[in-house]
């Protein structure tokens, strides 16, 4: 069993940056694809992007194509999460997920795989 905690979310402007961290509790995390999910209120959860168990690939929502990175560390156990050119419409409650399977790489996990969360908020 992975546990997962996500840390780094707060409230930023417009424009600004930020960098989500993931932590799990096991080395197994160097054995699994991991993604991020995140959900608005009022809103389903939205996959966001996933990268390979080795950092070789990395797959973008179109919504955060090209202000988003994917990052991991698998020495440390942790995924990242960089998010440049911050929109309103980014705010939501952002979660890691830990992929069962090395296929579809674009849904959204199952939700017995997600951490706890961590809240960005987009206002000026």
């Known amino acids: 069993q992975v546990q997962l905690v996500e840390s780094g979310g707060d409230v930023v402007q417009p424009g600004g940056s930020l960098r989500l961290s993931c932590t799990a509790s096991s080395v197994a995390f160097s054995y699994y694809d991991m993604s991020w999910v995140r959900q608005a209120p009022g809103k389903g959860p939205e996959w966001v992007s996933t990268i390979t168990f080795n950092g070789g690939r990395t797959y973008y929502a179109d919504s955060v194509r090209g202000r988003f990175t994917i990052s991991r560390d698998n020495y440390e156990n942790t995924l990242y999460l960089q998010m440049n050119n911050l929109r309103p419409d980014d705010s939501a409650l952002y979660y890691c997920?830990?992929?069962?399977?090395?296929?579809?790489?674009?849904?959204?996990?199952?939700?017995?795989?997600w951490g706890q969360g961590t809240q960005v908020t987009v206002s000026a």
């Open positions: 997920a830990r992929r069962p399977e090395p296929r579809s790489r674009t849904t959204i996990p199952p939700r017995d795989y």
